[in-house]
């Protein structure tokens, strides 16, 4: 996925988001007269079943996290390895550090033989002048995407992420747990997926209307990382100062 590519994507995902929303608002309206009915079966859906629906979203909303910032790394990756443009002393010296780090599997577990098979691999790159090749940032996450998680991973390949006043303020408020929106999805996410808490447990005294407030607070917070890792790339920061093409910004 290329730069251009990363807004698209975000609209295409968060689209489901929004549209699983307008099903809980709906279902929460028709909750008002009774006990919601399936046209047709007239079968009832249950105060239960809407807490479990209602807990799904903490779940959609981490995916959409986690994907938007394996996505915006990606995308970084990509652009240092672009039609073979860019030797590897030309990225920025966070960026390099990644590329060594992948080529030499300087964190990986190896043998001492595999180790030096490695350690050869890169020095005949090196000495050769190649491009930069193909190389995976291990951003990690595992689970902890939240907005000082981002901030870190941006920082450790030298992108800036710096976040308007009222979406910082608006990621930050305190929703529940002590925790603003996006720290919030990621300790409620996490509890479902280890199972220390229950679906109808984790959506108890919560409303449509908070899980809306969330949505678009995350929602906000993530269109303006996509633009702060677009304008990395488009303005080529992720290469040295004195080695971006006319037009790239410092």
Known sequence: MNASDLLPFFEERYGEVDAYLNLLEEMEKAAQSGA?????SGYKITALQQKILYSSLYLQLYNLVEATVSRCVGAITRAATAADQWQPHQLNEELQ?????????THTELSPDNRLKFAMQLSDHIVQQLPVSEFIVEAGGGGNWD?????SIGKRLGCVISITPPTRQAVKAKLRDGAGPLKLVKIRRNALAHGSVSFVDCA???AVIELRQMAESVEGYLREVIHCFIRYIETYNFLRLDCRPSGGAP
């Open 36 to 40: 919601p009915r399936l046209e047709g």
């Open 97 to 105: 550090r990644e590329w060594v780090r992948s080529m030499a599997r």
């Open 147 to 151: 907005d000082e998680a981002i901030y």
């Open 204 to 206: 108890d005294g919560v």
